[in-house]
C-alpha cells in the first residue's frame, strides 16, 4: 500500500486551522464572562446594580452609573443621590435602607405611577459591603417587543433631550414633594457652585438658590433675586413652576434686562413726576381705559379736588361729574347735554383737537387743552389764565377808551406806525374822507395806499408826496403842516408830527360852509389846537 503524502498534509493543516479556530471562539467566551478591570460585577450591561463599603461607593455597572444625578458621580456622594432617585420610585426605602443592619436584607416594589412598568429592588448586607440592586422586572419583555431601530431611536432622542437641558441659558431644576433639589441642569449648577465658599463643594441634595413663595399663582410667575457669596451684583428671574405627579419642575427665566428697565421707568417717572410737580398748569393722565393714571398736585390746587377722589383713579366722566359738583366746569343746560359735551370732549382730545376756555362761575378762567397720548391715553391741561384775561379786559378797556377820547376830537386824526401802517384813526376821519380805513383799505392800509386814497379824492397838489417821504424819514423830524383843497374846493390844513417810536399822527381840518338868513352861503375856518 502507498502512502499519499499530499493528503496527510491536508489533514494535518485542516486540523491545526480548526484547534486555532476553537481557541480563538473560547477564548472570546471567557473574556466575555470575565468581568472588567476595574469592575466587580461580571454584566457590564442588565440591571442597575450597586457596591457600597458604608455609604461609599465602590463599584457600579454602567446602567446603575446612569442612574446617579451628574454631580453624585463622586463616590462620597453616590449614595446620597441614589436614595434620592429611590425614594422617587420606592416612597420610604431610606428609612427601609437605615434598617438594612438589623433585617440583612431587603425587596420592594416600586409605586405605581403609571410611567412604565414596575421595578424590583433587592438589597443585601454581606461581610460589610452593601450591595443594591434595581431590577426591571418586564425588561426582556419590553426588550423583545422593541426593535433594534425603535430602541435607537429612543436613545437618540433621549440624548437630544439631555443636550438641550444641558445646553439651556436659563436653570432648570426638579424637587421633590419635600422640597429638595433632586435634578438640576448645568446652568443651575454653575449658578450653585458660584456661591460656594473657597472650600466648599457640591452635596446632595442640591443647594436650593431660591425658595418657593407659597400662595401665588405659579403661571403667573415669581420675581426673585439671587445674591452669590462671590459676585455682589443681583441676578434676577423670573420663576416658573409646574407640578408631575409629586414632583415640581422649576423655570428661571433671567429676568435682568427686564429689571434694570423697569428701574429704568421708575426713575424716569420719578424725574417727571418731579417736574409735574413744580408746573403751574394742571395735569390729569388717562390710561387706555380712561381712568386717571397720572396727575400733578397743581391739579389739586386748580380744580379743589379731593386727594382721597384722585387717588381712587377715577374714570374721565367721573373727574368731570367732580369738577361739576366743585362748580369748576361752565354750568350745562341739562344733565343729558353735560353727558353729551363730556362725550365730545373725549373724542375731540383723542383726536388732538379740544381746547377751550372755560369761564367759570367764581370769575375765573381756565384754558383746557386735551391731547392724545401713544397708548390710548389722553392728557388734560388745566390752566389758570384769569390774571391774563384780566389784563387782556383792562387792555381791551384803554383801546375803546382811548378811541372814544380821539373820537370826540373835532378834528381827524390818523396815526400810522413806524412800518407806516394806519394803527388808529376817529370818525371824524372817517367822516372826512368818506372811508372805514380799516375796512376799506384792509392789508394795503399803509401810508402810500392812504396817500393814494387822499390824492384821488383831493385837488391835485405836493403836499402827499411831502406827507410820505416824512413817514419815511428815518431819525429827528420837525412836525409841520401845510393846506389842500378837497374836490368840493373846500380848504384843508393838515399837520403831520411824529410821535415816539418813529410813528407819525396825520391831523386835518376842513374849512365849515354855512349859510345866511338870506339864504347866501359862506365859508368860515375855524382855528382849534391841534
Known amino acids: 500500500m502507498t502512502f499519499d503524502h499530499s493528503h496527510a498534509i491536508t489533514f494535518l493543516v485542516t486540523g491545526i486551522f480548526s484547534a486555532f479556530l476553537g481557541l480563538l471562539l473560547l477564548s472570546l467566551l471567557q473574556k466575555k464572562a470575565q468581568p472588567g478591570p476595574d469592575s466587580v460585577f461580571l454584566e457590564a450591561y442588565g440591571d442597575a446594580e450597586y457596591l457600597f463599603d458604608n455609604k461609599v461607593l465602590i463599584d457600579a455597572t454602567p446602567v446603575a452609573r446612569n442612574l446617579l444625578p451628574k454631580v453624585c458621580q463622586d463616590k462620597t ?134 425658595q418657593r413663595q407659597l400662595g401665588q399663582d405659579p403661571m403667573l410667575g415669581t420675581r426673585k433675586k439671587y445674591i452669590s457669596q462671590t459676585n455682589a451684583t443681583p441676578c434676577w428671574f423670573d420663576l416658573y413652576e409646574f407640578k408631575h405627579l409629586e414632583e415640581r419642575q422649576f423655570y428661571a427665566l433671567p429676568a435682568d434686562k427686564t429689571v434694570k428697565a423697569e428701574e429704568g421707568l421708575h426713575s424716569f417717572m420719578q424725574t417727571l413726576t418731579k417736574t409735574f410737580a413744580h408746573l403751574p398748569t394742571g395735569l390729569a393722565i388717562f390710561d387706555h381705559d380712561r381712568r386717571l393714571a397720572l396727575f400733578n398736585p397743581a391739579l389739586l390746587d386748580l380744580t379743589g379736588l379731593s386727594p382721597d377722589l384722585l387717588t381712587k383713579r377715577p374714570t374721565l366722566p367721573t373727574f368731570f361729574d367732580a369738577l361739576r359738583e366743585a362748580s369748576m366746569i361752565p354750568e350745562p343746560r341739562n344733565y343729558k347735554s353735560w353727558r353729551n359735551q363730556i362725550t365730545d370732549i373725549e373724542e375731540a382730545a383723542a383726536s388732538g383737537l379740544y381746547e377751550e376756555t372755560w369761564s367759570l362761575s367764581s370769575g375765573q378762567t381756565y384754558h383746557v387743552t386735551g391731547r392724545p397720548h401713544p397708548n390710548r391715553a389722553l392728557a388734560l391741561s388745566f390752566e389758570d389764565i384769569s390774571d391774563e384775561m384780566t389784563q387782556t379786559r383792562r387792555y381791551r378797556a384803554d383801546l375803546e377808551l382811548g ?23 376817529n370818525a371824524a376821519y372817517s367822516e372826512l374822507w368818506d372811508h372805514d380805513p380799516a375796512g376799506s383799505l384792509g392789508a394795503e392800509g399803509n401810508f402810500c395806499a392812504v396817500c393814494n386814497h387822499w390824492r384821488a379824492v383831493s385837488a391835485p397838489t405836493t403836499i402827499w408826496d411831502r406827507a410820505e417821504d416824512f413817514a419815511a424819514e428815518m431819525g429827528p423830524r420837525d412836525a409841520w403842516q401845510d393846506h389842500a383843497r378837497l374836490a368840493d374846493g373846500r380848504r384843508l390844513d393838515c399837520k403831520f408830527s411824529p410821535l415816539a417810536g418813529g410813528a407819525t399822527m396825520a391831523t386835518f381840518r376842513r374849512e365849515e360852509v354855512e349859510t345866511d338868513g338870506a339864504g347866501f352861503t359862506f365859508s368860515t375856518h375855524r382855528k382849534k389846537a391841534g
Open 77 to 210: 456622594l453616590a449614595w446620597q443621590g441614589l436614595v434620592s432617585y429611590l425614594e422617587q420610585k420606592f416612597p420610604g426605602v431610606s428609612t427601609q435602607l437605615e434598617s438594612l443592619a438589623t433585617q440583612g436584607s431587603l425587596t420592594m416594589g416600586s409605586a405605581e405611577d403609571g410611567s412604565g412598568s414596575p421595578l424590583l429592588l433587592r438589597a443585601e448586607l454581606r461581610g460589610g459591603l452593601t450591595r443594591i440592586s434595581v431590577i426591571e422586572t418586564e425588561l426582556s419583555g419590553a426588550k423583545a417587543a422593541l426593535d433594534p431601530l425603535t430602541r435607537r431611536a429612543i436613545r437618540d432622542e433621549l440624548e437630544q433631550l439631555r443636550q438641550i437641558s444641558a445646553k439651556a441659558p436659563l436653570p432648570i431644576w426638579r424637587e421633590s414633594e419635600a422640597g429638595d433639589v433632586i435634578w438640576a441642569n448645568a446652568c443651575y449648577l454653575d449658578l450653585a457652585t458660584e456661591g460656594l465658599g473657597p472650600d466648599e463643594d457640591l452635596t446632595w441634595p442640591l443647594p436650593k438658590l431660591f
Open 403 to 425: 378811541q372814544a377820547v380821539i373820537d370826540a376830537v373835532d378834528a381827524a386824526i390818523a396815526v400810522f406806525s413806524a412800518s407806516g401802517v394806519l394803527v388808529m384813526s
